[in-house]
């Protein structure tokens, strides 16, 4: 089927090697200013959510645009929604996708709160909101996030004094990189680097703009130190920004499309959170002649090159949630390709992605084609798999100079899986199961 | 949501007492001769499939009840199905549920053996078949199984002369422990301990009737000792026979129910493997007086006990298989009760069972209600949950004086979900994520 790959043949002769895993701190680099999009400020503070002063645990995002500003997001599919979801979806339906603003606690996941937490939520909401003058009709125009432990209710007062306009964080919003570094910072629960990345994109025709992001996720998460009924969960959360103008519907349908392929193609022990939320802001900042909001029809190319922009700029941070896998040794890309359908191709992938046998052969650096063949098998598929026409191989990813120094730590593969059905693919990124994973995860009080 | 169980409140307040998995071998123990069923005869000999000669490797079972012999199976859904299970399949089919003899191999896997495989297959079938006195028209009437490495061809030749009339495997076939035991180890591959169980079964009105059966599977296997090409994969095999009178039909039937219950109700890593067989033969061997075979829709009553019979010996057998999880120190019962279908409380525990993040927990000791609540919540349902009426719990299993010895290594526990969405339930068992699991599965030279 495939012959013993060069990267395994240089793998030690001796015993299971049994990595550990190495820091990711060089993953978090200073960005120039002139990358962030214009019309946005940002902060993030110490508000008492989480026990240690040092850290921050409460972060906004507000569009100060002149434009009309559209939003979308993505929310979990758990049929348990944290109360910040619920809010979160709420605000989007009654702005009909014009949310101008994010309000974000780490520390307390408000999930599993009742009554309680719905209504912290929204008290957080509309504090946010306070802070912009008022331009819709509906109450509140800021979406919600939290993270952290479930079951236990916010500390709401203590985060309610620190979005008050007079407090530290109100009066301390700025753009550019120090602004996003610090509201990336207090998205962190068990990242060991704040994740953030902006860059420029080009739509064509002249036009520019920018987008940045930040995500947090670790692979696996700590259990949280708070206390004996405390729950640790594994949650995704990612706040991206452009300055591009779109509108709300193609803005959703561009954040849709890269969500698959981005978020929903990393393997976070294949659990789906309580509090998983995507948002992704638009507001037309970058354009001062005042050219009209992208339509997904009417514009198509500036459409496709946006929204396959944004899909390149989300697997770039999706994947620093992988790097950053507790206990991870391995960086691995999984490929699926010359599948019948988008779909069929995804469906594998995630399956290979989430095998504890393929993840412990990993760890263990043993190029298991058999493992990797049973777990394609075992997909229900709209086209069946013609056995004698599927080929696994693994292959060291191409590393090229400039990438040299970002991924020294990590070392990286891909599996790439052929089934010579068809002509779509779908990529898929994972780490391994090592002892570290095991001790973390089986550990209440580390 | 639960407080603190007893269980835990026992457990260490140091530090992650990372235990080691103990002996599992006061689990296989001496059954009087007269528990087994009558008109079968079974042998397990070494034929040199596996390297180390005072290993047993080949077994075979043969009916030689004067009555018509029904057969039933349960096989993969993998797409890469094996040699045997195209074989066996075919046989069924070619015999119309009218099978008489199984043979089976360990140590060797032969899957993806391309056309050579299903020959040597078909060839190994032939030469057992021929064992028995000629009674049907189709070629062979019997069932095949292997079990081991994957890609790799089986040594037919030593197979086939272990399989001729005057070896000594067809001189020493017999009926009883002994035999049955020798049978069980043939099976081993990375089994710590022969799987072997016998009862008798009360079908009312009187009728009475044996079951025995065999099952093979360890939770996670040992990567295999034959090679750099060799490829690991975990594999359930069972074979179980009974002298009761079951219609092939109403076999079928009986056993899909119980298959479904059991087999399908074990986690093994949630990986499919690309062999995983069960067969069950009855051949009326029991009723001497010669009442006629148990039709599902005549013999409503009789019907009933067997199905739900062989569904409670099944699930015996199949806890036997997640006991021997490789550095398991848990067995853990998942019980999700108050669905509104069978089918959604299984998803769900399949679900639990399978997640890396609760199963690390277990290991740990934790009582971490909030990594079951998140996977409970991440399964598409028919009906979807109502939040606020799920409760989950965990239960030391209860323990009584005859049956303490048994499970004694074992550390028990269940973990309860109680949906109050309707009255339908589903077990399922699963044991524990641990340092071991991650070694064996990673070294792929252990």
């Known amino acids: ?113 009742g009554r309680q937490g719905l209504a912290d939520a ?60 610090a509201a990336a910072q207090a998205f962190m629960t068990t990242d060991t680097f704040p994740k953030l990345r902006a860059r420029a994109l080009e739509l ?16 696996m998460i700590h259990p949280d130190m708070a206390g004996p009924a405390a729950a640790p969960h594994a ?14 519907a193609a803005l959703q349908t561009a954040l849709d499309y890269a969500v698959r392929r981005s978020f929903n193609a990393i393997s976070v022990d294949g659990d789906m959170s309580t509090n998983d939320t995507v948002v992704l802001f638009a507001n037309g900042a970058a354009d001062a002649g005042g050219g009209g909001e992208i339509d997904e029809t009417r514009d198509r190319a500036a459409f496709v090159r946006f929204r396959d ?58 190029a298991n084609w058999g493992r990797v063949l049973a777990a394609t098998g075992s997909v229900p598929l709209s086209a069946p798999l013609d056995p004698t026409r599927v080929n696994v191989s693994f292959v060291p990813t191409d590393v090229d100079e400039v990438r040299a120094k970002e991924i020294l730590s990590a070392e990286d593969l891909e599996v790439r899986v052929e089934l010579d059905l068809g002509s779509e693919g779908a990529k898929y990124w994972t780490c391994d199961f090592s002892y570290e994973y095991v001790r973390i995860n089986g550990d209440y009080r580390s």
Request: include cysteine; charge should be positive; proline fraction near 4%.
């Open 1 to 113: 089927m495939s012959s013993t790959p060069a990267w395994k043949r240089l793998a030690s002769t001796s015993t299971f090697t049994a990595k550990t895993a190495s820091s990711k701190a060089h993953l978090h680099k200073p960005i120039p200013d002139d990358l962030f999009p214009r019309g946005y400020v940002l902060g993030g503070v110490h508000s008492g959510v989480k026990k240690n002063a040092s850290v921050l645990d409460l972060a906004i995002l507000l569009s100060t645009s002149s434009r009309p500003t559209a939003a979308a997001a993505s929310f979990t599919r758990n049929a348990f929604q944290a109360a910040p979801v619920v809010v979160s979806k709420d605000v989007l339906k009654q702005t009909a996708g014009r949310a101008r603003g994010l309000v974000v606690n780490s520390g307390c996941a408000n999930a599993v709160t």
């Open 204 to 219: 064509g025709g002249g036009r520019t703009c920018r987008i940045a992001g930040i995500d947090k996720g670790a692979g």
């Open 122 to 181: 929204w008290a957080m909401s509309r504090a946010t909101a306070a802070l912009l003058p008022r331009s819709s009709s509906s109450e509140t125009d800021t979406l919600v996030m939290s993270t952290g432990v479930i079951g236990q209710t916010l500390p709401i007062s203590k985060i309610l004094a620190a979005l008050q306009p007079r407090a530290a964080l109100a009066q301390t919003l700025a753009s550019g990189f120090s602004a996003w570094e």
């Open 235 to 248: 949650t995704l959360l990612g706040c991206i920004a452009t300055d591009a103008a779109v509108t709300p």
């Open 309 to 366: 922009g944004l899909t390149e700029f989300m697997q770039e941070l999706a994947q620093l949630v992988v790097r950053d896998g507790e206990g991870a040794t391995k960086f691995v890309t999984v490929s699926v390709e010359g599948a019948s359908s988008y779909e069929d191709a995804h469906k594998i992938a995630s399956k290979i992605s989430t095998s504890a046998l393929v993840k412990t052969a990993l760890y263990g650096e043993d």
